[in-house]
């Protein structure tokens, strides 16, 4: 019964190459959220939905697209990956729309080779 | 430029010693969470302060807002090596909606 699940939990690619991520949460929250983590442990907001609608888009670059097929699932799609997108990936669900209290899952740690 | 900043970055004792980690900044914050964060986790919340000069216990655990909403401290008694983690805070702004992430304090409690 875990809350919010993401797969896979690593992953290894080479510079170039398409990936995605998978989340979904089962807690009924309206909003989803994408976080990247560097190597020094900074978390930074990539994107969030509410109710399937983008509601933030910080700085990231566009071969990062985010896709909600419904509420409960937020996908990550990376194009032409390089060697600093190299981090790992946290996806978090809130009941309300940010600043609500977020509930992580456990991280896909991404290594571009 | 970090608007929460956290310190110390790292701090590594003995299990059994009292410590107190910080989360200070120059704007004030509608409201601020804690979060520990263990090795190939994410983050869990721990609690969530919202009155100025609010003081909050969770066992060993206490947090503490600023009188001005501009910090927070926790601080931990008789730590043990479960509380080992990274403790991250988050702030709430008033004038957007977003969380405001400090870097994290990196905690090892030994044995």
């Known amino acids: 019964d875990t809350a919010v699940s993401q797969t896979p939990k690593y992953l290894v690619t080479q510079m170039g190459n398409d990936k995605s991520i998978k989340c979904e949460q089962n807690?009924?929250?309206?909003?989803m959220y994408w976080y990247k983590q560097d190597s020094k442990k900074f978390l930074k907001i990539m994107f969030s939905?509410?109710?399937?609608?983008?509601?933030i888009n910080e700085t990231v670059p566009n071969r990062f697209s985010p896709k909600s097929p419904d509420k409960a699932h937020l996908n990550l799609h990376i194009n032409s990956l390089e060697l600093g997108d190299s981090a790992v990936y946290f996806c978090?669900?809130?009941?309300?729309?940010?600043?609500?209290?977020?509930?992580f899952g456990p991280g896909t740690r991404l290594t571009v080779l | 430029t970090q608007l929460l900043e956290q310190s110390p970055q790292f701090l590594s004792i003995q299990e059994g010693e009292n410590l107190t980690v910080y989360c200070n900044s120059s704007?004030?914050?509608?409201?601020l969470q804690w979060y520990r964060q263990e090795p190939g986790e994410g983050p869990v919340l721990l609690v969530t302060?919202?009155?100025g000069g609010e003081v909050k216990k969770l066992k060993r655990l206490t947090f503490q807002f600023g009188d001005a909403r501009k910090d927070s401290s926790l601080h931990i008694t008789a730590a043990q090596t479960g509380d080992t983690g990274l403790y991250l805070c988050a702030g709430e702004r008033d004038s957007n909606y977003q969380l405001i992430w400090g870097a994290g304090t990196k905690l090892i409690i030994k044995p």
């Open positions: 302060v919202v009155t």
């Open positions: 978090a669900s809130s009941p309300r729309a940010m600043p609500d209290t977020q509930y």
């Open positions: 704007s004030v914050f509608s409201s």
């Open positions: 807690l009924g929250h309206d909003t």
């Open positions: 939905y509410n109710n399937k609608e983008l509601i």
